[in-house]
């Protein structure tokens, strides 16, 4: 149980393009997603805790018009990038959150590269 | 002073030692407390989570919580070359709307 997926796994795109990613939870339902950045061999960064129907809460210093989060449904929310550039280029990462526990299930991540 | 800190490491045991993770966390509130490990280039599972003083064990792995001197650790027994992964501790505080607090992750070689 508390199967996460991602997707796409990995993406490579044109400076000043924009990438959906879209995060799922397959057998549960998550009232809360996360979404994380990572960058080569630092620490976990939380970019934006997003709640079913509202509006997300973005943390300090993560821009909210180019990190576009949405969270349509109770298994689904998406990040869209937009007008990447290449220090955009990193490891995104959701998360969700059943509803009961503060217990968080990762997604695979998804490895962004911005030419 | 950091919300969750933890030696970075890197930790090295042989196969088959016990491997002790340790984390420290500056909040009084924290109420849920978690380990995660995460391997190099992938996303981080968890593993253990415990609420309350005292041990918690699952298989090789044991937590240890003591609350008042707001420590929280994790031992690995019987350590095998696969436990090699970055371990991240992470805090809940209630008020806190549901995001655990993560440490930066000791990293964790277990030599053959």
């Known amino acids: ?115 | 002073q950091k919300e969750v800190e933890q030696n970075s490491g890197p930790l090295s045991v042989p196969e088959g030692a016990i491997a002790s993770l340790n984390c420290t966390y500056s909040d009084r509130g924290s109420q849920s407390f978690f380990w995660y490990r995460q391997y190099s280039g992938k996303s981080p599972e968890l593993i253990m989570s415990i609420y309350s003083n005292g041990d918690k064990e699952d298989g090789r792995f044991t937590a240890q919580l003591n609350k008042a001197s707001q420590y929280v650790s994790l031992l690995i027994r019987d350590s095998q070359p696969s436990d090699s992964a970055t371990y991240l501790c992470a805090v809940n505080i209630k008020s806190n709307a549901g995001k655990s607090t993560f440490g930066d992750g000791t990293t964790l070689t277990v030599k053959p």
């Open chain 1, 1 to 115: 149980g508390a199967v996460v997926s991602q997707h796409p796994s990995r993406v490579i795109c044109k400076s000043g393009t924009s990438v959906k990613i879209e995060c799922r939870s397959l057998d549960f339902q998550a009232t809360t997603m996360f979404w994380y950045r990572q960058f080569p061999k630092q620490s976990l960064m939380l970019m934006a805790t997003s709640n079913e129907g509202s509006k997300a809460t973005y943390e300090q210093g993560v821009e909210k018009d180019k990190f576009l989060i949405n969270h349509a449904s109770l298994t689904l929310s998406t990040l869209t990038v937009t007008s990447a550039h290449p220090e955009d280029s990193s490891f995104y990462i959701c998360s969700a959150r059943p509803g009961a526990t503060y217990e968080q299930y990762f997604g695979p991540g998804t490895r962004l590269t911005v030419t």
